[in-house]
């Protein structure tokens, strides 16, 4: 029973020292609560590009042309080559006739271009339409479709999805740099920032010292003092992720400019990032606590 009642006096200790040093807490929450929100719009920022990216690549496609020479058993041949194949995600065939419809349905030109078509021999072709599961591969995976009898022609959008490859992975790298640093920069901040507040309590530690407090039993209050510090800093920053985010996705409709740049949908997204908030806060706030305490226990 004994460590509950100094726990509990602990964190009754604490929050009384907030409030009697409330300019200096004052000063410590604001610092905590600017840098969080950065960091919280730093994560927001780079999870969404992170899923763009991915979405992306998932959506890129192989597209595979069938000689028009070939006939119901050459389609389930090259069909069953292509599922064989280590790389491959889905597979999907679109009849001539389907090519067809759905290029009618982009203008009237064209679907008058088709029509004429259609009265003599189509030059359009059956295709198979592949999906692959690691787009780093899909060069050698269009190469090896190449291979199958009575496909034509491939396609990927060559020279461009490399470029496009190699652009998402240096977008995903610099924005996670960018996070781990303001991380970085956070920590260092809130810490400083807690270290001036204990230091301008330093004579209160003297006379703790004095009567023969044990370090446990002063450092013990100040790091529990630290831990609240950082929840305090940590509540602006929440409702700012919480209502903020859910704003900007309602108001652009859970994309940027396009379909292809999709948002990631607020729940459960905005409730990980709080916590994630939350305990960068609590962390840095008792380290923070913990550091500038153990300066002033030294004999």
Do not use: W
């Not at 999870?47 to 389930?76: G, P, Q, R, S, Y």
């Not at 510090?229 to 903020?244: D, K």
């Not at 396009?258 to 840095?284: A, D, N, R």
């Amino acid at each position: 029973m004994k460590p509950f009642r100094m726990l509990g006096r602990c964190i009754r200790d604490a929050f009384k020292s907030v409030i009697r040093n409330f300019s200096l807490s004052l000063a410590s929450i604001s610092c905590i609560t600017i840098t969080l929100i950065i960091v919280a719009i730093a994560i927001m920022a780079s999870i969404n590009v992170a899923n763009f990216t991915e979405l992306i690549e998932k959506d890129m496609t192989i597209v595979a042309f069938v000689d028009n020479e070939a006939n119901d058993e050459d389609l389930k041949s090259i069909k069953s080559s292509i599922e064989k194949l280590q790389n491959i995600q889905s597979i999907e065939f679109i009849s001539k006739e389907e090519v067809g419809e759905n290029i009618k349905k982009e203008s009237e030109v064209f679907e008058v271009v088709i029509n004429e078509f259609e009265k003599g021999e189509s030059p359009l072709k059956d295709t198979y339409q592949i999906k692959v599961k690691n787009i780093e591969n899909i060069k050698k995976t269009a190469n090896e479709i190449k291979e199958i009898e009575k496909v034509s022609v491939v396609r990927y959008g060559e020279g461009m999805v490399e470029k496009l490859v190699s652009a998402f992975d240096s977008i995903k790298k610099v924005t996670y740099g960018v996070v781990i640093a303001l991380i970085i920069v956070t920590v260092f901040l809130i810490i400083n920032t807690i270290k001036l507040t204990i230091s301008a309590r330093k004579r209160e530690i003297g006379i703790m010292r004095l009567v023969g407090a044990s370090n446990f039993t002063i450092k013990t209050p100040f790091i529990i003092e630290g831990m609240l510090l950082g929840v305090l800093g940590s509540i602006v920053p929440v409702i700012f992720t919480t209502y903020g985010y859910l704003a900007f996705y309602r108001h652009f409709d859970g994309y940027l400019y396009s379909q292809l740049i999709q948002l990631i949908k607020p729940e459960p997204f905005i409730y990980t990032t709080s916590l994630i908030v939350i305990i960068i806060g609590i962390i840095v706030g008792m380290i923070g606590s913990a550091s500038a305490v153990k300066k002033y226990l030294k004999i």
